[in-house]
């Protein structure tokens, strides 16, 4: 059973920069594809990045592509997501999920996800 739980949430104004980190335990992080989720109220939660786990394939949502990066350190179980030129819109709850899928059809439906961080908290403000 993998465990996951991120932190680096918090509230930062437009134009600035986060990142978040996800550690895992109870798996090998080399061995699963990871991903950034975000959700605001009252709306479904949405693909934000990935990372497979075969070659390090990475995968972005288009509005947060040239923004957002992701990465990985296999050696401490960590997954992050550095946010620069963070926007408004880009509040939300953000979550970090893993999957042995590594297909890429499969990296951006949240049902492909079978493990789940708690999330963290994204605020920012105009």
């Known amino acids: 059973q993998v465990q996951l739980v991120e932190s680096g949430g918090g509230l930062v104004q437009a134009g600035g920069s986060l990142r978040l980190s996800c550690v895992a335990s109870?798996?090998?992080?080399?061995?699963?594809?990871m991903g950034w989720f975000r959700q605001t109220p009252g709306k479904e939660r949405e693909f934000v990045a990935a990372?497979?786990?075969?070659?390090?394939?990475?995968y972005y949502a288009d509005v947060v592509k040239g923004r957002f990066t992701i990465s990985r350190d296999n050696a401490k179980n960590t997954v992050y997501l550095e946010m620069n030129n963070l926007k408004p819109d880009d509040s939300a709850v953000y979550y970090c999920?893993?999957?042995?899928?590594?297909?890429?059809?499969?990296?951006?439906?949240?049902?492909?996800?079978?493990?789940w961080g708690q999330g963290t908290q994204v605020t920012v403000s105009s």
């Open positions: 999920a893993s999957t042995t899928n590594w297909a890429p059809v499969l990296v951006r439906p949240t049902t492909s996800y079978p493990y």
């Open positions: 109870g798996g090998t992080l080399a061995t699963y594809t």
């Open positions: 990372m497979s786990w075969i070659g390090g394939t990475t």
